[in-house]
C-alpha cells in the first residue's frame, strides 16, 4: 500500500445509526417516499426507484426535527438481503427508511462518499461483509458497520480515483449494456422464426389434437412409486421437472432409483425419442429424452410419444411456440398452483404440416438454434470478461495501484 495510506474503520469516518422505527401501520400510499433494503438495492443499479410505501408528511417533519434525516453525501447501505449495497444521498432526495433493513452513514468528515461506495464493491471490504454472514442468514449492523476496515488515502487521492473509476464504470456499463442487447436480439431473432412457423403456413397442413398422432403414459403413482429414502446415488435415471432443459435431459443432479425397484413401476418407463413434459409446479416444461433408452418418470411429468407422422423435432417446436402457451392457458386447472393432466394435455390444437415440411422446419430451426447458442455463449464471455475487469479495476483501486 503506498505512503500517506491509512487502514481505518468506518466508525472513525462516520456516524453510523439506523433510523427510528416506523410501525407497518403507519406506512401508506402516498406521502414522503419510504424506503427499504429492496429500494436501496434499486437506486444503487438504475439510480431511481417506483415507490410503493410512504409515510405522512407530519411524521417525516417530526423524525427530521427529532432524529435527523438523510443529507446529501450520507451512505445507505443495505442491512438484509443482499448486504452492503450502497447509495449516496443526493442533493434533492426526500425519503425515510426502515429500521435494521439499512445503515445509516451519516458524512461527518471530508471522506469521499463515493469513494467508500466504490470501496464497499471491492474484495477488501465484501471479504468483511461476506465473512461476517455466517451459516445463518446474515445482517450487517451498525456493530459490524462501525467495525468495517477500509483503505483510505489523502483526499485529494479519494478524488482522482473516483474520477478514474466513474470513467471506467461509464465504459464497462455502456459495452454492458451492448452485450445484453445483442444477446436479447439473438434470442428473439429465434423466437420470431419459431413463431413464424405457426402464422405462415401453407399448404397442406391440418389442424389435429395433440392425441391423434401421440401417446402419453403418466408416471406409476401406486405404491411403487419411488419415495426419497428409495433414490439412489447409482442406478436408472429418475427424472423430474428439475432435469428437463431445452437442450434435453440435465445429468448433473440426476437422482436414480435400483434396478429393482424400477423393475416394480408399472407405467413412466421412457424410450429413446420421448418428449417429457411437466404437468404441474413448472407447467408447461418439457424436453426430449434423445438417444436415453432407459429411466422412468416422476408423478408432476408426462410421456408424449409421438407416432411416424409427426417428428420429435417438430413436436418440440410446437411446445416452445405461443400456440402450445395459449392451449396451457385455456386448459389448466387451480389456482394456487395450475396443472394439467394427460388427457387435457391430448386435446391441444396442433397445426401439422406434411412430413417433408416438417424436416424442412426442424433443419432450418436447428440451424438458427445452433448460432443463436453460438452469439449467447460469445456475448456471455463478453459478459463475464467486463465483470473480471470491473473487479479488477476496484482491486486496484483499493490496494493503492490504480
Not at 217 to 228: C, F, H, I, L, V
Not at 237 to 259: E, K, Q, W
Not at 351 to 372: H, Y
Request: hydrophobic share 40%.
Amino acid at each position: 500500500m503506498k505512503a500517506q495510506w491509512q487502514i481505518r474503520k468506518l466508525g472513525e469516518l462516520f456516524d453510523i445509526a439506523s433510523s427510528k422505527r416506523v410501525f407497518r401501520s403507519e406506512w401508506k400510499r402516498n406521502g414522503v417516499p419510504f424506503y427499504r433494503a429492496r429500494e436501496i438495492v434499486k437506486l444503487a443499479k438504475q439510480g431511481f426507484v417506483d415507490n410503493e410505501l410512504f409515510i405522512s408528511q407530519e411524521m417525516f417533519d417530526q423524525y427530521s426535527a427529532k432524529y435527523g434525516i438523510p443529507q446529501e453525501g450520507d451512505i445507505m447501505v443495505t442491512g438484509v438481503g443482499t448486504l452492503g449495497i450502497c447509495y449516496v444521498v443526493r442533493k434533492n432526495d426526500k425519503f425515510y427508511f426502515k429500521d435494521g433493513n439499512i445503515i445509516w452513514l451519516k458524512k461527518t468528515s471530508n471522506t469521499n462518499s463515493r469513494f467508500v461506495e466504490y470501496a464497499f464493491q471491492s474484495d477488501f471490504l465484501r471479504k468483511q461483509i461476506d465473512d461476517s454472514v455466517g451459516a445463518t442468514v446474515g445482517t450487517y449492523t451498525i456493530i459490524k458497520a462501525k467495525n468495517t476496515l477500509i483503505p483510505l488515502p489523502p483526499a485529494l487521492e479519494q478524488q482522482r480515483i473516483v474520477g478514474i473509476l466513474d470513467k471506467a464504470m461509464e465504459g464497462i456499463a455502456t459495452a454492458r449494456a451492448n452485450a445484453e442487447t445483442n444477446l436479447q436480439n439473438a434470442n428473439a431473432l429465434y423466437e420470431s422464426h419459431l413463431q413464424a412457423v405457426f402464422t405462415q403456413r401453407g399448404k397442406g397442413w391440418n389442424e389435429m389434437p395433440l392425441g391423434a398422432f401421440c401417446s402419453f403414459e403418466n408416471g406409476d403413482r401406486g405404491a411403487n412409486y419411488p419415495s426419497k429414502s428409495a433414490r439412489t446415488s447409482t442406478g436408472v435415471p429418475f427424472i423430474n421437472a428439475g432435469h428437463l432443459t431445452h437442450d434435453g435431459i440435465d445429468f448433473s443432479s440426476m437422482d436414480y432409483i435400483s434396478r429393482e425397484r424400477f423393475n416394480l413401476l408399472g407405467a413412466g418407463k421412457i424410450c429413446p425419442g420421448d418428449i417429457l413434459f411437466c404437468l404441474r409446479g413448472s407447467l408447461g416444461k418439457f424436453a426430449s429424452v434423445g438417444k436415453l433408452s432407459e429411466g422412468a418418470i416422476a408423478s408432476s411429468l408426462v410421456i408424449v410419444r409421438p407416432h411416424k407422422s409427426v417428428l420429435n423435432g417438430f413436436l418440440l417446436v410446437y411446445f416452445r411456440s405461443r400456440l402450445c402457451a395459449d392451449m396451457i392457458d385455456r386448459f389448466k386447472n387451480g389456482a394456487a398452483q395450475p396443472n394439467l393432466s394427460a388427457k387435457s394435455l391430448s386435446k391441444f390444437v396442433v397445426p401439422v404440416p406434411p412430413l417433408s415440411e416438417q424436416t424442412s422446419i426442424v433443419s432450418r430451426l436447428g440451424t438458427l438454434s445452433a448460432e443463436t447458442q453460438r452469439l449467447e455463449s460469445l456475448y456471455e464471455r463478453k459478459l463475464d470478461v467486463l465483470d473480471a475487469l470491473k473487479k479488477s479495476l476496484l482491486n486496484q483501486a483499493f490496494t493503492g495501484q490504480l
